[in-house]
């Protein structure tokens, strides 16, 4: 799974609209995780080879589909919220389409048809290759397609990515955990991944228009198995990628994370020295009725492994606070091993129970109340440990990647380091993409400053 809690509001293109056929344009606003991001750029090349032109903004278009997330219910009442906001748009536009798609379209299917009678279309994640058709039938009648395919994996469609140093690639779609919280197995169906040959001549595509840094994306991404290729040796054919300096991923599982994939990230230079590895508790009990596959000892034993051999890494984390049946001791040993493991920062979740999934059953026994002092308590801890971690930068020299101007001026840069920390710093010259050393000076809660060294 990959981090949530962000929402993000994707343009994906900027190109002006330009006619189809139909003279039709299409504008997609993504919520949720990277992969919602990645799967939004897919579904463009989908609808633009179809004549579908895209969307400058959404008052221009005459297709409106959300790509929308489903892990938690808030972010569902979001999305609710903003369908009914989008449906004011048709009073100046009788003729606007509406669509919902993704893991909430998957996840609620036709009863979100019942609840908003204005809603013209229901796509599910492994819907997007029929998006044109389902487009077309839905101005005569609501449609919705939210079949499950085991083999889906949109490998020939090429995403059409905003332009930038850096760019998503799913490498593999779907989870076969078994997490009883997760609702993402029910909505993005079984585990396939892509083919090491279509990924890699994707990545070639890339770093020949220039970009420097590539994100490889799954919901488990470290499970990736193709015939013959691991992810390990995915890492490592990548590595040889000349013009890609930098290759991140997101999320691994830990019981996933083999020996192998250990060395192949130790020993491949461009691997980033980042690990998101989501932990959701540190009490036993709890990750046992969570079905995480671990226990606090064993991710313990990953982490020593992954330090061992890369000394430098960052590491980063999901928690679940709240969870049915988490005593206060429980939480308590999250707590504490916040403190022991010292992540550079994590994503900390507040237990929502998703219907479909076992754990849903046992309902959502602690009080709200109790969910909201436990996240505020640890929320509070994480963010002192994320500002410590970022002083022991203070006085050293970071391989920054400039990324663009930053948000405060256009004097100065903003980039990431290997640990996938923000660095701000003056501009001299230098252009995004390029990897430059810089002496970190300050360290704020989320950001470092510094400036070019030498
Ligand atoms: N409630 C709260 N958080 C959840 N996550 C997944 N399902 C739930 C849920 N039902 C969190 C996990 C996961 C992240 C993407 O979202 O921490 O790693």
């Known amino acids: 799974m990959l981090p949530g809690g962000r929402l993000e509001n994707t343009v994906m293109e900027e190109d002006p609209i330009y006619p189809n056929r139909q003279g039709k344009s299409v504008y997609i606003e993504t919520y949720g995780c990277q992969m919602n991001v990645s799967d939004s750029e897919m579904m463009t090349r989908v609808l633009k080879q179809a004549g579908y032109g895209v969307a400058a903004d959404l008052e221009q278009a005459d297709v409106i589909l959300l790509n929308t997330c489903a892990v938690r219910e808030h972010a569902e009442q979001r999305i609710l919220g903003r369908v009914g906001q989008l ?21 609620l299917r036709d009863r979100l048809l019942r609840q908003i009678p204005y809603l013209n279309l ?154 998101h590895l989501p932990l959701q508790s540190a009490s036993d009990p709890v990750l046992e009725r969570m079905r995480r596959q671990y226990t606090v000892g064993e991710y313990r034993h990953l982490v020593r492994r992954l330090r061992e051999a890369m000394p430098d890494l960052s590491l980063t984390t999901d928690i679940i606070v709240g969870f049915p049946g988490e005593t206060e001791e429980d939480f308590r040993l999250t707590y504490d091993f916040l403190e022991e493991m010292r992540y550079d920062s994590a994503f900390l979740f507040k237990y929502s129970a998703r219907e479909g999934t076992r754990a849903y059953r046992w309902g959502d026994i602690l009080s709200e109340e109790e ?4 996240l505020e308590e640890i929320i509070a801890l994480q963010e002192r440990i994320t500002v410590e971690a970022n002083r022991e930068w203070v006085g050293r020299i970071a391989d920054v990647m400039v990324e663009g101007e930053s948000r405060r001026s256009d004097s100065e840069w903003y980039g ?36 070019r060294a030498g």
């Not at 449906?87 to 996840?107: E, F, S």
């Not at 994306?217 to 499970?223: A, E, H, P, R």
């Not at 969910?371 to 436990?374: A, F, L, S, T, V």
């Not at 993409?433 to 470092?448: N, S």
């Open 416 to 451: 990431r380091t290997s640990q996938y920390k923000t660095v701000v710093f003056p501009r001299n010259g230098e252009r995004p993409g390029e990897i430059v050393p810089v002496t970190i000076e300050e360290a704020r809660t989320h950001t470092l400053v510094g400036r």
């Open 87 to 107: 449906a004011q748009c048709r009073v100046r536009k009788p003729h606007l389409l509406l669509g919902l798609c993704g893991c909430m379209a998957q996840h």
């Open 371 to 374: 969910k909201n002092r436990r």
């Open 122 to 275: 229901v796509v599910g994640p492994d819907g997007y290759r029929r998006l044109p058709e389902l487009i077309a039938r839905a101005s005569e009648e609501a449609v919705i397609d939210v079949r499950l395919d085991r083999t889906e994996a949109y490998e020939d469609i090429a995403p059409v990515r905003a332009d930038g140093v850096s760019a998503f690639v799913t490498i593999m779609r779907g989870c076969d955990k078994v997490c009883s919280f997760c609702i993402v197995p029910f909505v993005r169906g079984r585990e396939r991944s892509l083919a090491p040959e279509a990924i890699l001549a994707d990545v070639r595509r890339l770093a020949a228009s220039g970009v420097k840094e590539i994100t490889y994306l799954g919901q488990t991404v470290n499970s990736y198995y193709h015939d013959e290729t691991d992810f390990a040796g995915l890492l490592r054919r990548t590595e040889d990628i000349d013009g890609i300096e930098r290759i991140r991923f997101m999320s691994p599982y830990p019981a996933d994370m083999t020996d192998r994939a250990i060395e192949a990230m130790a020993s491949c230079k461009k691997v980033c020295r980042h690990l």
